[in-house]
């Protein structure tokens, strides 16, 4: 598990280009940590841009977003922010019961936000998010198994009111998927 940690944080702190943002502050948090019991089984790296991402309604950039599925069904969409103050600034829209309507699109109901930055508490030296309880949706349009996503759009609204935006598009680029352990699938599929 400190191994997939590791992996996904490096990835996508590495994978944040330098661009102009706004400095982060931490955000107040209502809900204590949880503790972490899965491990990743899946990682989808996508290339592209963020035409919005808004954090507790705060704009900023990012580069990459990454799709992480864990062994006991959690998924996360984590965004990898451009923020020059904080080089371990990820935020992810996490949900479970994700369902495809067809071949391309895909949707994840938000029931909370993992939010990482320098400030937090660190296990084997990476940040450990926090989660604040959210309710939303993540949309994606594009197919893993083809290694090809359009576009991915996120929206959640969290316990105290801050909302959270994410529309991220993707360069072309064939998106990196990386099978990192066998698990049963959690995504109700009508297809198969």
């Known amino acids: 598990m400190r191994f997939c940690r590791a992996v996904l944080a490096a990835l996508l702190v ?5 661009c102009f943002a706004e400095t982060s502050k931490p955000i107040p948090l209502d809900n204590p940590q949880a503790q972490q019991n899965a491990f990743i089984d899946l990682l989808a790296l996508m290339s592209g841009h963020c035409k919005t991402l808004r954090v ?3 704009p900023f950039a990012c580069k990459t977003v990454a799709y992480a599925h864990g062994d006991k069904g959690r998924v996360n969409f984590a ?8 080089d371990s600034h990820v935020v992810s829209f996490s949900g479970e019961n994700g ?5 391309n699109s895909y949707e994840l ?14 296990v084997d030296g990476l940040p450990v998010p ?3 309880t959210s309710t939303g ?3 994606q349009t594009g197919n893993f198994a083809a290694r090809k996503v359009n576009d991915v759009t996120c929206s959640a609204t969290d316990s105290e009111g801050r909302k959270y935006e994410l529309l991220f598009v993707s360069d072309g680029t064939p998106v990196s998927v990386r099978r990192i352990r066998q698990s049963a699938p959690s995504i109700q599929d009508p297809f198969k």
């Open 14 to 18: 590495a994978s944040a280009s330098p």
């Open 56 to 58: 507790a309604g705060r």
């Open 79 to 86: 965004v990898a922010v451009d923020d020059p103050s904080d």
């Open 99 to 103: 369902k495809r309507a067809d071949d």
């Open 109 to 122: 109901p938000i029931d909370r936000m993992l939010l990482n930055s320098k400030d937090r508490p660190r």
């Open 130 to 132: 926090a989660e604040q």
């Open 137 to 139: 949706i993540c949309r």
